[in-house]
């Protein structure tokens, strides 16, 4: 019989140098943009040779793509809680907001935004960020779901649809705030629709009048 080989543990020299690219390109593309994410420019943010980025990733597209991954998933784990714990259109539209304040303050949206961009430019890039925005679309439509099971109309919401026009609208609200460097509006604006999700509470609590 062959003999099983036991897996090796990762070099930390390597795992320190991806690492290190990795938060580079993200650090790149918030700060130069997609287009300034080179292979140099991330290289010496990270202090390693160019070289490097082409033989831990094979290309600086790839890099930014883990980029991509290391943002998106630090993120669902420390929002995915808050979207979960939601029970009420309050609560949900809460959770919401978190994300948006959070985002715009860290600047970690511009990755995606800066990837969404320039995307077109790369064959099959596009499709391939599109798909790192499938976890963000099932964990609002899960929260959807749980809120809308307990409201009266709940049944009535396409929650597939409802996900995906509120993954949307945030993207659109923060690529907003960042071009016209002005986040007071989409305060007032979640304020207004907390308004609108507070009325629509206090009516599924109020009780039926009888018949």
């Known amino acids: 019989m ?19 690219l ?13 287009v300034g994410a080179t292979a140099r420019e991330i290289a010496d943010r990270a202090n390693r040779p160019p070289s490097q980025v082409f033989y831990h990733f094979g ?11 290391e943002v998106s998933e630090r993120h669902l784990a420390a929002y995915g809680t808050a979207l979960c714990d939601a029970t009420t ?10 994300v948006v304040a959070e985002d715009l303050a860290a600047g970690h949206v511009v990755v995606l935004l800066e990837l969404v961009a320039g995307s077109r430019a790369v064959p099959g890039l596009s499709g391939r960020v599109a798909e790192r925005l499938a976890p963000w679309e099932e964990l609002t439509r899960e929260a959807v779901e749980r ?3 307990s409201h009266p109309l709940g049944a009535l919401l396409p929650t597939a649809d409802v996900a995906h026009a509120l993954v949307a609208g945030v993207l659109g609200l923060e690529l907003l705030a960042l071009v016209e460097g002005d986040r007071s509006r989409i305060h007032a ?13 206090a009516g599924h609590a109020m009780p039926q009048a009888p018949s």
Request: glycine share 8%.
């Open 189 to 201: 604006l979640a304020d207004r629709v907390g308004a609108v999700a507070t009325v629509l509470g």
């Open 147 to 149: 809120v809308a099971a």
């Open 2 to 20: 062959p003999v099983a080989r036991a897996r090796r543990s990762p070099d930390p020299r390597t795992v320190a140098t991806r690492n290190a």
């Open 89 to 98: 259109f309050e609560g949900l539209l809460a959770a919401g907001r978190r």
């Open 59 to 69: 290309s600086v597209p790839e890099l930014l793509l883990a980029a991509l991954d």
């Open 22 to 34: 990795i938060s580079a390109a993200i650090a790149a593309l918030r700060d130069v943009g997609f």
